[in-house]
């Protein structure tokens, strides 16, 4: 021990000379015994952690190449300190994270199995540039049980089947039943990404005209000077218009693009007496570019095997998915039903407790896509927040089931889906918000430039 006060203690290690073994912390004070845990044990649990470009970290001392797979075992820990080979698999039942600079990683399936993938927390997000890029085609690429192919899936180790569990129940509302036994676990899957905090969207104050490139903005911004942003029209028959942070003024009030509007757009609200309370007209303006990027690789927007067959994230019937502040773009697999942007898929009743005030999908940017950008399928409590989809396949924000409860969607906004001839009859007419019906709220939402709400 080196250092010890009233709230914190700090040791000096020695070198880990008994292999990977399951992380564990134990604090013991001469005269006063062991030192309780207070709070989540897993935020104060040590690990070594081995670096991806040391050659020891490897077995054989032989670091993968091109078309290797990778496994961390339970009770490792590895940090992605330089840029990986194209990968075929990297399944995770210990713990990865980003080291924090500028890195890229490159897969055909990644697989969260009861493991921990990190790049950022919420209380230190990630700063710098990751790209995780997904490969493969809808011909070639096979696709594994549930969680599919091209894939950044987290679950479960254990707990994929609860068909057989104690119906042991808590009825919490008149439609939905929840567990009190959630379905059995041997580790509880986590996928962790938190790029750099910013604003997602915000509303104009000051209508701009045609030819200008000032933007006056109700909230200030700190967005990133090159950045991709887009803007809502206010007038029928318009189009959304795309263009570039050129400079933040005003402390982030005023916003400068690099291309003059071709359009007017409104920053007023309307009033009128026989309406209870006034209309909001105001253009939104969104960030569309986020230092962390999800991605499907280039072939997916060519003409070939792998054309509209992106990559997919998501949760399946267990496991904790915490994405906020991320780029997805290429994402989705067209005529590959399950296959969405994100997606939490047939979580509750049984694992409520890996949603339930833990998991979220907020502050994130969805363009391009080729198959929405959001679903919640039969889960309970998912909370989708502050998110911005444009040009996604489909209907951007989607309720699958109609027996989801408590699930959020609190504003997001959807700009301009597109048209998608395989998916449902109603993907031909895309919503910004499609729901079947589930128990939930809806708040504060916008929809510009879609064919329905």
């Given at each position: ?438 128990t939930g709220w809806h708040r504060s939402n916008l929809a510009a430039n879609c064919v329905r709400g």
């Amino acid at each position: 021990v080196s250092m010890a006060n009233g709230s914190a203690v700090e040791c000096v290690t020695a070198e880990r000379d008994s292999g990977i073994t399951a992380p564990s912390t134990e604090v013991w004070l001469a005269g006063r015994g062991r030192a309780l845990i207070a709070g989540i044990s897993e935020d104060t649990t040590f690990l070594y952690v081995d670096k991806w470009s040391d050659v020891y970290s490897w077995l054989d001392s032989e670091p993968p190449v091109d078309g290797d797979s990778v496994i961390v075992p339970e009770g490792q820990a590895i940090m992605l300190d330089e840029d990986s080979p194209k990968l075929f698999l990297l399944l995770i039942h210990g713990y990865m994270e980003f080291d924090r600079k500028d890195v890229a990683l490159n897969a055909t399936y990644i697989w969260i199995s009861g493991g921990t993938f990190q790049v950022g927390t919420e209380d230190a997000p990630f700063l710098q540039r990751a790209t995780i890029t997904l490969h493969g085609d809808r011909w070639w690429t096979i696709e594994l049980p549930i969680i599919g192919s091209k894939m950044l899936a987290v679950t479960n180790l254990g707990g994929l089947d609860c068909h057989h569990h104690s119906s042991t129940a808590l009825r919490l509302s008149s439609t939905g039943k929840h567990d009190t036994e959630p379905c059995p676990a041997d580790l509880v899957g986590k996928l962790e990404l938190h790029g750099r905090p910013s604003i997602s969207w915000t509303r104009l104050v000051e209508t701009a005209s045609p030819g200008s490139t000032l933007l006056k903005l109700e909230e200030a911004v700190d967005w990133e000077v090159g950045a991709r942003v887009l803007i809502t029209p206010t007038e029928n028959g318009q189009a959304e218009e795309v263009s570039e942070v050129k400079s933040i003024q005003d402390g982030g009030f005023t916003l400068e693009i690099t291309s003059p509007l071709a359009h007017e757009h409104l920053g007023i609200w309307y009033i009128n007496n026989q309406i209870d309370g006034p209309t909001d007209l105001r253009a939104a303006v969104g960030l569309l570019t986020k230092n962390v990027k999800v991605q499907g690789d280039d072939d997916s927007e060519r003409a070939g095997n792998a054309y509209m067959f992106g990559a997919h994230m998501g949760a399946f019937h267990g496991g904790i998915m915490r994405v906020e502040n991320v780029e997805l773009t290429r994402t989705g697999q067209a005529a590959n039903f399950g296959r969405y942007s994100s997606h939490w898929h047939h979580m509750s009743p049984h694992r409520t407790i890996d949603v339930m005030d833990k998991a979220y999908l907020r502050n994130n940017s969805y363009h391009d896509t080729f198959q929405r950008a959001v679903v919640v399928h039969s889960t309970d409590y998912a909370i989708v927040r502050d998110n911005v989809a444009h040009r996604t396949k489909g209907h951007s924000f989607f309720t699958e089931a109609g027996d989801e409860v408590f699930a959020l969607f609190e504003h997001n906004l959807a700009v301009n889906p597109q048209p998608h001839p395989l998916l449902l009859d109603d993907d031909m007419d895309p919503s910004g918000f499609w729901l079947p019906g589930f128990t939930g709220w809806h708040r504060s939402n916008l929809a510009a430039n879609c064919v329905r709400g």
